[in-house]
């Protein structure tokens, strides 16, 4: 789960990490309003929405007067940011900045750990530093039953600081993020520029958190803060219905009973050519309806050229779900190929169902996919 910046500072707010002073505005006159209330002389204007490269889209712009703000804030409500329109900006103090820095903490699954992530080269996505200069940026995992005590807070703020005065504040500030990050249940903590201000403040001027799902159930009110989109809308969906999906963006569909069986399938597609556009488990019941919804969810991908369905027949039986494929497409009008391979209990009367059908049968995986491969080409 993700949430907007303005939404992340006062979290960091909360937990006396020290920011820059905003508001969050839907209009220009909002803004316009924003800017005296706040009684600014100098204001940045900023898209709120969730992902990032909001800079280089032209989502960020600085302003010195009221009518810079408005007219920023016209430019920049409606403005589509890598397929997300934005629907509101937060007017907020320009900060003198003399330096900038980038500091996160997140889920490291190879150390099984929270990492620390930090670099002397912030204000630019940390992806392109690892790509050019990767010796910019260190990294310190932290052991989860010790956490960050002062001296390793000193010396991650070290690596980033030469002044004793910015050691300090960062050290208080490395630790509080810690803290934030475990209280929350957040898989990632990241402050893309943290800045010192020409007076020697050290400021997090951005706020990007993410949060582990499973854990949102003692979150409340940071699942209350969730805005889904609609990849995140159709992973809901997936979850009410009973079955487990991910949308991956390729072009072939895939409905699969066990997650095992997925990854299996999705890995076989990439060998023979070909993108899966999802991963999607139905699991183990026999359930027709269940295959309905599925199938109506794979359909809704405008980007889905050909359905692969691989069953393997143990608890799920192949002719209920030969059954729930025949009923939706009754419901369902499409011109798109689905290829099925049907095998374990009940196959043959799985099959024999299908006959007449419109559907590709094939017997074994490895036709089924070559054959799926085959008619997105």
Known sequence: MKIHEYQGKELFDKMGVPTVIGKVCRSAE???????????????????????????????????SRAETGAAAKAILGMEI?????????????????????????????????????SREGGVEIEEVAAKTPEKIHKIPIFPFVGIPDFLAKKASAILFDEWGLVLQGKNMIQKLYKLMVSADASLVEVNPLVVTRDGRLLALDAKLNFDDNALFRQPEIEALFEPDEEEKRELEAKANGFSFVHLGGEIGCMVNGAGLAMATMDLIKLYGGNPANFLDI???????????????????????????????????????????????????????IVIRLTGTNEKEGRAMLEGTP???????????????????
């Open 30 to 64: 909002e803004a316009m309003a924003a800017y005296d209330e706040l009684v600014l002389e100098r204001a940045v204007v900023k898209a709120q929405v969730l992902t990032g490269g909001r800079g280089k889209a032209g989502g960020i712009k600085l302003t010195s």
């Open 82 to 118: 890598k397929g997300l329109i934005v629907d509101r900006v937060m007017v907020a103090e320009a900060a003198d900045i003399a330096s900038e820095y980038y500091f996160s903490f997140a889920v490291d699954r190879n150390s099984k750990s929270v990492i620390m992530i930090l």
């Open 283 to 337: 699991g183990g019941s026999s359930n027709p309806r269940k295959v309905i919804e599925a199938m109506k969810l794979l359909l809704s991908d405008k980007e889905v050229k050909v359905v692969l369905i691989n069953i393997f027949g143990g608890i799920t039986r192949c002719d209920d779900v030969a059954r729930g494929l025949i009923t939706a497409f009754n419901e369902i009008k499409t011109d798109i190929p």
């Open 359 to 377: 559907f590709h049968s094939a017997e074994t995986m490895g036709e089924a996919i070559r054959k799926a491969v085959a008619l997105v080409k």
